[in-house]
């Protein structure tokens, strides 16, 4: 067989499903490549013998890797949280990259440890305060360790939990407010005047235009501020502010441009009288904004709306935490009416919430609007299989979402099989229970995924591994026996006598990949474990590392990923 091959050999152990530790581990070694290694660590679930060993790794790279692993339970990614590697430790606070539309949490201990760090890591490369920027943008911490910021034995915490500081009851406030610690206090201090209208109004100034669009959605508003922003014409942020006063309200409901008046008709504070007159309101948007009352009573249940409300099937937004705190989430009889209700978007809304019973999941699943299906598919752990499989044919924008989730359907794809979508025939021809995969298919991605199909014989195998079209496939099938697996690591690793150095490596082919978000690109996997379409990398070169104080972001992107020898 071509040493051309060791390649997709490499990468297919790496993600095989089957893969023993002893396999695994294999793959750390430098001479198998930092590129196997790296794409194992971050690109599949992995036994407790391959993390601990990764953990331990000397090479940054391979630690890094692990670091944005979305497949490993994070509370065994804790020590990297303390990694000597500033960069390790951002790739951690960053969360997986791409970015997944839901994103699972950071458990406690290792939020706190990124939040009151006093250094970067050893190596320099970024700041605590930039990796904690990392950790802000990631949507990994839940809303349940914000809210127990307030009165945290830390009183870095506590500081930061002012920041929130709308979103606190009022004892916390008052505890801040007197807390002993002198920068609790004046960090408490600071933050008042959200709720002060006059004071707001003489802060505002001082903020600029993206600022002063958060102040005027959020805090309280005197009479001055509120009629200077119709003066402005600046009156859109003020239609979501539950601060915004009654009168001004009024005027909004009335205000000559449809869009405003579109976006206060469904506020909970309006009033019968309103509510009417904007039923009979010439655009149509703004009637069926108002027809949804009296859904939106409370404000949970209008931001409820309005995650959902105008974002159309190809919406493809973070799916965020349900809030389970008594008055920050609609109840589950206000989803359940939701459901039921005559117009379409309640019904999406109802769709979108995980916790929707099982018998108004299979009620929606039939729904007569796309939207409604689309959002059960994405959204709710009961959606039928069958479902999830009509949206991932339909609607390419929803596939890698679909793929993440535990309840997309490993058979029952047969059907597929002939679909003109090459993306689609590549998720069929993995079925076990296809009678013959199409290892000859037209297309390289369905042939490569055909090969990986577990119902392959071992005979099969041997010639599809000699295949360049096959090979990664055929080494990610769960049937091929362990001895071959360590066989074909025999054959890469005895033949790479010398390490890989930076000045040899190789690059990921999706370079812009790499250059926006720092990390490797792994092959898209059916949950089943099939590696999918994957061609091997084309020849160059990595550059070196250097610090870039611009953002933690840009010094990530300059880390070599794949292929470096950087440790």
Same mark, same amino acid.
């Given at each position: 067989?071509?040493?051309?091959?060791?390649?997709?050999?490499?990468? @297919?152990?790496?993600?095989?499903?089957?893969?023993?530790?002893?396999?695994?581990?294999?793959?750390?070694?430098?001479?198998? @490549?930092?590129?196997?290694?790296?794409?194992?660590?971050?690109?599949?679930?992995?036994?407790?013998?391959?993390?601990?060993? &990764?953990?331990?790794?000397?090479?940054?790279?391979?630690?890094?890797?692990?670091?944005? /692993?979305?497949?490993?339970?994070?509370?065994?990614?804790?020590?990297?949280?303390?990694?000597?590697?500033?960069?390790?430790? &951002?790739?951690?606070?960053?969360?997986?990259?791409?970015?997944?539309?839901?994103?699972?949490?950071?458990?406690?201990?290792?939020?706190?440890?990124?939040?009151?760090?006093?250094?970067?890591? #050893?190596?320099?490369?970024?700041?605590?305060?930039?990796?904690?920027?990392?950790?802000?943008?990631?949507?990994?911490?839940?809303?349940?360790?914000?809210?127990?910021?307030?009165?945290?034995?830390?009183?870095?915490?506590?500081?930061?939990?002012?920041?929130?500081?709308?979103?606190?009851?009022? !004892?916390?406030?008052?505890?801040?407010?007197?807390?002993?610690?002198?920068?609790?206090?004046?960090?408490?201090?600071?933050?008042?005047?959200?709720?002060?209208?006059?004071?707001?109004?003489?802060?505002?100034?001082?903020?600029?235009?993206?600022?002063?669009?958060?102040?005027? @959605?959020?805090?309280?508003?005197?009479?001055?501020?509120?009629?200077?922003?119709?003066?402005?014409?600046?009156?859109?942020?003020?239609?979501?502010?539950?601060?915004?006063?009654?009168?001004?309200?009024?005027?909004?409901?009335?205000?000559?441009?449809?869009?405003?008046?579109?976006?206060?008709? &469904?506020?909970?504070?309006?009033?019968?009288?309103?509510?009417? #007159?904007?039923?009979?309101?010439?655009?149509?948007?703004?009637?069926?904004?108002?027809?949804?009352?009296?859904?939106?009573?409370?404000?949970?249940?209008?931001?409820?709306?309005?995650?959902?409300?105008?974002?159309?099937?190809?919406?493809?937004?973070?799916?965020?935490?349900?809030?389970?705190?008594?008055?920050?989430? =609609?109840?589950?009889?206000?989803? &359940?009416?939701?459901?039921?209700?005559? #117009?379409?978007?309640?019904?999406?809304?109802?769709?979108?919430? =995980?916790?929707?019973?099982?018998?108004?999941?299979?009620?929606?699943?039939?729904?007569?609007?796309?939207?409604?299906?689309?959002?059960?598919?994405?959204?709710?752990?009961?959606?039928?299989? /069958?479902?999830?499989?009509?949206?991932?044919?339909?609607?390419?924008?929803?596939?890698?979402?679909?793929?993440?989730?535990?309840?997309?359907?490993?058979?029952?794809?047969?059907?597929?099989?002939?679909?003109?979508?090459?993306?689609?025939? !590549?998720?069929?021809?993995?079925?076990?229970?296809?009678?013959?995969?199409?290892?000859?298919?037209?297309?390289?991605?369905?042939?490569?995924?055909?090969?990986? /199909? =577990?119902?392959?014989?071992?005979?099969?195998?041997?010639?599809?591994?000699?295949?360049?079209?096959?090979?990664? @496939?055929?080494?990610? /099938?769960?049937?091929?026996?362990?001895?071959?697996?360590?066989?074909?690591?025999?054959?890469?690793?005895?033949?790479?006598?010398?390490?890989?150095?930076?000045?040899?490596?190789?690059?990921?082919?999706?370079?812009?990949?790499?250059?926006?978000?720092?990390?490797?690109?792994?092959?898209?996997?059916?949950?089943?474990?099939?590696?999918?379409?994957?061609?091997?990398?084309?020849?160059?070169?990595?550059?070196?590392?250097?610090?870039?104080?611009?953002?933690?972001?840009?010094?990530?992107?300059?880390?070599?990923?794949?292929?470096?020898?950087?440790?």
């Amino acid at each position: 067989m071509s040493d051309s091959l060791h390649e997709p050999w490499l990468h @297919g152990i790496a993600l095989n499903p089957a893969a023993p530790s002893d396999v695994l581990i294999r793959l750390l070694d430098r001479p198998a @490549g930092d590129e196997a290694g790296r794409l194992m660590c971050e690109g599949r679930d992995l036994p407790d013998a391959v993390i601990d060993a &990764a953990l331990r790794h000397p090479a940054r790279g391979i630690r890094r890797a692990l670091a944005g /692993n979305r497949h490993v339970d994070p509370a065994r990614l804790a020590p990297l949280a303390t990694d000597p590697s500033g960069i390790v430790r &951002a790739a951690l606070a960053g969360g997986p990259r791409p970015r997944p539309r839901w994103v699972r949490p950071l458990p406690d201990d290792i939020l706190v440890t990124f939040l009151t760090a006093q250094d970067g890591g #050893e190596d320099g490369m970024l700041t605590e305060h930039e990796i904690t920027q990392e950790l802000s943008a990631s949507r990994q911490t839940p809303l349940s360790f914000y809210r127990a910021m307030a009165g945290h034995e830390h009183p870095e915490l506590r500081v930061r939990a002012t920041w929130r500081w709308q979103s606190l009851t009022p !004892a916390q406030r008052e505890a801040l407010l007197h807390d002993p610690d002198p920068a609790v206090r004046e960090a408490a201090q600071g933050s008042i005047w959200e709720l002060d209208p006059e004071a707001v109004e003489a802060k505002l100034p001082s903020f600029g235009s993206h600022g002063k669009r958060f102040v005027l @959605g959020t805090c309280a508003l005197s009479p001055g501020l509120v009629e200077q922003c119709f003066a402005d014409d600046t009156v859109h942020p003020l239609t979501w502010n539950r601060h915004t006063p009654a009168y001004a309200v009024a005027r909004l409901a009335r205000h000559p441009e449809a869009k405003v008046r579109e976006m206060v008709a &469904a506020r909970p504070d309006l009033g019968p009288d309103l509510v009417t #007159e904007l039923r009979e309101d010439p655009d149509e948007d703004v009637r069926m904004r108002a027809r949804l009352h009296p859904f939106p009573r409370t404000w949970a249940e209008y931001w409820a709306i309005r995650r959902v409300i105008g974002h159309g099937p190809d919406c493809t937004c973070p799916i965020t935490e349900a809030d389970t705190e008594p008055d920050t989430e =609609p109840s589950p009889a206000w989803f &359940a009416a939701c459901a039921a209700s005559e #117009e379409p978007v309640l019904r999406r809304v109802a769709a979108s919430w =995980p916790g929707l019973p099982e018998e108004l999941v299979e009620t929606l699943a039939q729904d007569d609007d796309e939207e409604v299906r689309i959002r059960l598919a994405c959204h709710h752990p009961l959606a039928p299989p /069958n479902l999830l499989l009509d949206v991932f044919a339909s609607r390419p924008v929803h596939r890698p979402h679909l793929l993440t989730l535990p309840a997309f359907p490993r058979t029952g794809r047969t059907h597929l099989i002939g679909h003109p979508d090459p993306e689609v025939r !590549a998720l069929a021809a993995c079925d076990p229970t296809l009678p013959e995969p199409p290892v000859e298919d037209p297309d390289e991605s369905v042939c490569r995924a055909a090969a990986s /199909n =577990p119902s392959l014989t071992a005979e099969v195998l041997e010639s599809l591994l000699a295949d360049p079209r096959t090979a990664e @496939g055929a080494a990610s /099938n769960p049937s091929l026996p362990v001895p071959r697996m360590h066989a074909l690591l025999d054959r890469c690793l005895n033949d790479a006598t010398t390490p890989p150095t930076s000045a040899g490596c190789r690059m990921p082919r999706d370079d812009s990949h790499v250059a926006t978000t720092g990390r490797a690109r792994a092959p898209p996997r059916s949950p089943d474990g099939a590696t999918w379409p994957r061609r091997g990398p084309p020849a160059g070169r990595v550059g070196g590392v250097r610090r870039d104080r611009r953002s933690p972001r840009a010094v990530l992107s300059r880390q070599p990923r794949l292929g470096s020898s950087t440790t």
